[in-house]
T-cell receptor, first 115, second 113 residues
Framework: ETGVTQSPTHLIKTRGQQVTLRCSSQSGHNTVSWYQQALGQGPQFIFQ???????GRGNFPPRFSGLQFPNYSSELNVNALELDDSALYLC??????????????FGPGTRLTVT | GNSVTQMEGPVTLSEEAFLTINCTYT??????LFWYVQYPGEGLQLLLK?????DKGSNKGFEATYRKETTSFHLEKGSVQVSDSAVYFCALSDLVSSYKLIFGSGTRLLVRP
């Protein structure tokens, strides 16, 4: 059974650019959640996708957007990058819209640096 | 809104010492509570969870009890090992917030031989 994978591992972008991060969910999981973890902080919820629909969103501006594909993999897109977007971006896959009965499995993250 | 507060770190202990990391929460309704661990350079791993009041979650010698009266979920281990050195995050989720996980700021644990 393959775990949650994310790509790329590291990324350096310039302020104002756009970036796409990718997440492959664990086999059989239909829910993907994205989190932003700034250095020294706890992860902050960005949004969740359940069966290809957005199923909840945190306090992030619209320039953070996402997609979930029929195979339940997901993308996180960030437009007009700002320096404060520098962080570790984590995705987590689970079942049933993230119901706590089911464990959320986290990927290793993508480290984004905005210069 | 919902929130989680953890004791600040770092917490530095000698091997075989007793560990307590405090966690309190604010939430409407009846959240589920979690402890996650993050080893250097890795993502988060679920350590234990409790889904209702008075439940005790346990795993790998770690324990935490869901205390609704004190809104707490303190993490304990009777005898820590060097390999327990990591960052520990307390978190909650509930139906109202679409089961998103709300994390505390994390507590770094360093265990010395």
């Amino acid at each position: 059974e393959t775990g949650v994978t994310q790509s790329p591992t590291h990324l350096i972008k310039t302020r104002g650019q756009q970036v796409t991060l990718r997440c492959s969910s664990q086999s059989g999981h239909n829910t993907v959640s994205w989190y932003q973890q700034a250095l020294g902080q706890g992860p902050q919820f960005i949004f969740q996708y359940y069966r290809e629909e957005e199923n909840g969103r945190g306090n992030f501006p619209p320039r953070f957007s996402g997609l979930q594909f029929p195979n339940y993999s997901s993308e996180l897109n960030v437009n007009a990058l700002e320096l404060d977007d520098s962080a570790l971006y984590l995705c987590a896959s689970s079942l049933a819209g993230g119901h706590p009965t089911y464990e959320q499995y986290f990927g290793p993250g993508t480290r984004l640096t905005v210069t | 809104g919902n929130s989680v507060t953890q004791m600040e770190g770092p917490v530095t202990l000698s091997e075989e010492a007793f560990l307590t990391i405090n966690c309190t929460y604010t939430a409407t309704g009846y959240p589920s509570l979690f402890w996650y661990v993050q080893y250097p350079g890795e993502g988060l791993q679920l350590l234990l969870k409790a889904t209702k009041a008075d439940d005790k979650g346990s795993n790998k010698g770690f324990e935490a009890t869901y205390r609704k009266e004190t809104t707490s979920f303190h993490l304990e281990k009777g005898s820590v090992q060097v390999s327990d050195s990591a960052v520990y995050f307390c978190a909650l989720s509930d139906l109202v917030s679409s089961y998103k996980l709300i994390f505390g700021s994390g507590t770094r644990l360093l265990v010395r031989p």
